[in-house]
């Protein structure tokens, strides 16, 4: 565990860095807390049409504020994390579109202590969230789940989609987190960092036991830490230096801008037909 945790601080500069970049993008969020389950429409100032306030259980017998959006017939579906400063708001007109676009349902969730969702913020219980958020999705008759993490998101993403990853990839380790009973569809990363560190402790996805065998990838070209991260995540993926990987299927993005996270899908045309192709790739044959 040594020269993991040491490679976590190597990267604790530039995940700084890139932390005050995690909420760039527009803003339909209200300034003021709401309870877990108040309509969607007294925490966020644009609700699309047909959205639906849910709640997600956590391990501890709490509830996390959450949304769905998209084609509610659909059987895939899609968990999405979002970036550090932002919350379900921003994402629900983007997400509803993408959801419809590609003819899927999307769980957006507030991380714990934002928007709709109570306690302390801890972000190394987020991929035992995102593990629990889909579970919602299959009791809601999806039979393909997605996971989706933009910027600090998709640290959980790539977390939750390994076996073992909720457990062993976060320091220190958390044997009570949830895990998939199966792999995701597909994981898909807008934006990716893969580290964090807060008081608590660290999670690191390339500290995950595997990683899924598909990965999308789509970030922006003038943003060197994203850039540098993404690197990282190709070489791992095609099973360098890891004994367990035979290499996966990965699709890459990469945009020549500087616009981060939400701002990466909102102001560039070519980013929501990938993301759509991503999960056009879950639906059930």
């Known amino acids: 565990m040594g020269s993991v945790v040491a490679g976590i601080g190597r990267t604790v500069a ?3 860095l890139v932390g005050v970049l995690a909420g760039c993008g527009s803003w339909a969020t209200s300034s003021e807390r709401v309870v877990v389950d108040s309509p969607l429409s007294k925490e966020c100032g644009d609700v699309p049409e047909g959205a639906v306030r849910v709640t997600v259980p956590t391990v501890e017998a709490g509830r996390l504020g959450a949304a769905l959006v998209g084609d509610r017939t659909s059987r895939t579906g899609v968990v999405l994390a979002y970036g550090k400063t932002q919350t379900l708001c921003d994402w629900l007109t983007v997400a509803d579109r993408w959801g419809r ?3 899927a349902r999307i769980l957006v969730f507030d991380r714990r ?3 709709s969702s109570p306690g302390p913020r801890d972000m190394l219980k987020e991929p035992g969230d995102m593990v629990q958020a889909a579970a919602v999705l299959r009791g809601q008759g999806v039979t393909s789940v997605a996971l989706t993490g933009s910027s600090l998101g998709s640290v959980s993403a790539l977390v939750a989609a390994s076996p073992e990853g ?10 009570r ?18 580290d964090w560190e807060e008081n608590t402790g660290t999670v690191s ?3 995950a ?3 899924p065998n598909t990965v999308w990838i789509v970030h922006e070209k003038n943003n060197s830490s994203i850039v540098a991260d993404a690197a990282r995540l190709r070489t791992r993926l095609s099973g360098a230096g890891s004994p367990k990987r035979s290499g996966a299927a990965l699709k890459e993005l990469s945009v020549a801008t500087s616009d981060h996270s939400l701002a990466l899908v909102e102001n560039h045309d070519e980013v929501l037909p990938f993301l759509t192709e991503a999960l056009s790739s879950c639906h059930p044959s």
Do not use: K, Q
């Open 14 to 16: 530039a995940t700084v």
């Open 205 to 207: 996805a390339l500290a």
């Open 177 to 194: 987190a949830p895990v998939l009973p199966e792999a995701p569809c597909a994981t898909i990363l807008i934006s990716p960092i893969l």
């Open 166 to 175: 909720p457990r062993r990839a976060v320091f220190p380790h958390d044997d």
């Open 101 to 103: 676009s590609a003819h």
């Open 113 to 115: 202590g934002t928007g």
């Open 209 to 211: 036991p595997n990683l």
